[in-house]
C-alpha cells in the first residue's frame, strides 16, 4: 500500500531522518518506534506532507506523494493525527469533527453529510457528539481520541497515529490500544502506529520498525525486537563490558 524509499529529511546541516525505507502491506498495524528525537514525527511529517523530503520517494498505491501539500495527501487518503492535539478550543466536539470530514474531502460533501460523519467517528471513538461538549476540561485520553476522531471523518485508506498514548494512565493505555486494533478491523483502515515507549503497542501491531537518530535500526515481529541487542542498547543504554 505505501513504499516509502531512502526518505531523508535535512533541517540545515542536521539530518533527521537518514535514508528511511520500509514497506506497509494493506490492512496491516505496523508500529514506528524509537526514542525521543529519533525522527518518528518527522517521518510522519513527510509521509502527510507536512514538511518536504529533502530526497527520497513515497509512493501510495503506487503513485508518488512526497512533496505533495497535506490537504492533496489527506485526499488522497491518508489521515494522520498530530502528536500534540490543537484542536478549535472555542468549537464544541462535533464542530471540531465536521470541519475535519468536510475539508478532508475538499468540500465534496455537503455540510448535513460532514456532520453526519462526524457523529460517526465521534461514537467510533467513544466521545460525546452532541453540540454542546465543547473541548475545554478535557483530559489527555479524551483530546488524544478527538485527534483520532478528526482523522478518521476524512475517511482515510491508511491512518498514521502519533503517540496515541502520551499522557495516558495504564488503563486509558489499553483502551486506546483496543481503539486502534478495532479502527482496523471494524473499518478496515491500514495504520502506523508511532509511540516512543514499546508498551502495550507490542500487542497489537504486526510489524515494527526502530529509528535511532533518524536511521532504521530494525525490523521485524515486536518479540524479535524486545531482545534485539541494537534495540535494547537504544532503550537501555550499552550494556557494560
Ligand atoms: N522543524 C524542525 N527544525 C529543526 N529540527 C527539527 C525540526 N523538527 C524536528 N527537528 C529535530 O529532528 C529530530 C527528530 O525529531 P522528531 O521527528 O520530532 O522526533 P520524535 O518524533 O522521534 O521524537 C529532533 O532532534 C528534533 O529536534
Ligand atoms: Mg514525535
Not at 7 to 25: D, I, M, P, T
Not at 59 to 65: A, N, T, Y
Not at 81 to 95: A, N
Amino acid at each position: 500500500m505505501l513504499v516509502v524509499e531512502r526518505l531523508c529529511k535535512r533541517f540545515g546541516g542536521f539530518l533527521a531522518v537518514n535514508q528511511v525505507s520500509f514497506e506497509l502491506r494493506q490492512g496491516e498495524i505496523l508500529g514506528l518506534i524509537g526514542p525521543n528525537g529519533s525522527g518518528k514525527s518527522t517521518t510522519f511529517n513527510l509521509i502527510a506532507g507536512n514538511l518536504r523530503p529533502s530526497s527520497g520517494s513515497i509512493r501510495l498505491e503506487g503513485k508518488e506523494i512526497a512533496g505533495l501539500p497535506a490537504h492533496q495527501i489527506c485526499h488522497n487518503g491518508i489521515g494522520r493525527t498530530f502528536q500534540i492535539p490543537r484542536p478549535f478550543r472555542k468549537l464544541s466536539l462535533i464542530e471540531n469533527v465536521t470541519l475535519a470530514a468536510y475539508y478532508g474531502q475538499s468540500g465534496a460533501i455537503s455540510r448535513a453529510e460532514a456532520y453526519r460523519r462526524a457523529a460517526e467517528a465521534l461514537d467510533m471513538v467513544g466521545l460525546p457528539s452532541d453540540e454542546s461538549t465543547r473541548t475545554e476540561g478535557l483530559g489527555a485520553a479524551a483530546l488524544k481520541k478527538l485527534e483520532l476522531a478528526r482523522a478518521l471523518a476524512t475517511k482515510p485508506r491508511l491512518l498514521l497515529a502519533d503517540e496515541s498514548l502520551g499522557g495516558l494512565d495504564r488503563t486509558e493505555m489499553e483502551r486506546a490500544a483496543d481503539l486502534l486494533g478495532s479502527i482496523r478491523s471494524k473499518m478496515g483502515i491500514t495504520i502506523i502506529w508511532v509511540e516512543h515507549i514499546m508498551g502495550v503497542l507490542m500487542r497489537v501491531v504486526d510489524r515494527v520498525i526502530v529509528l535511532d537518530h533518524g536511521e532504521k535500526i530494525f525490523e521485524g515481529a515486536p518479540a524479535q525486537a524486545a531482545v534485539d541487542p541494537r534495540v535494547t542498547e537504544v532503550y537501555l543504554g550499552k550494556p557494560r563490558a
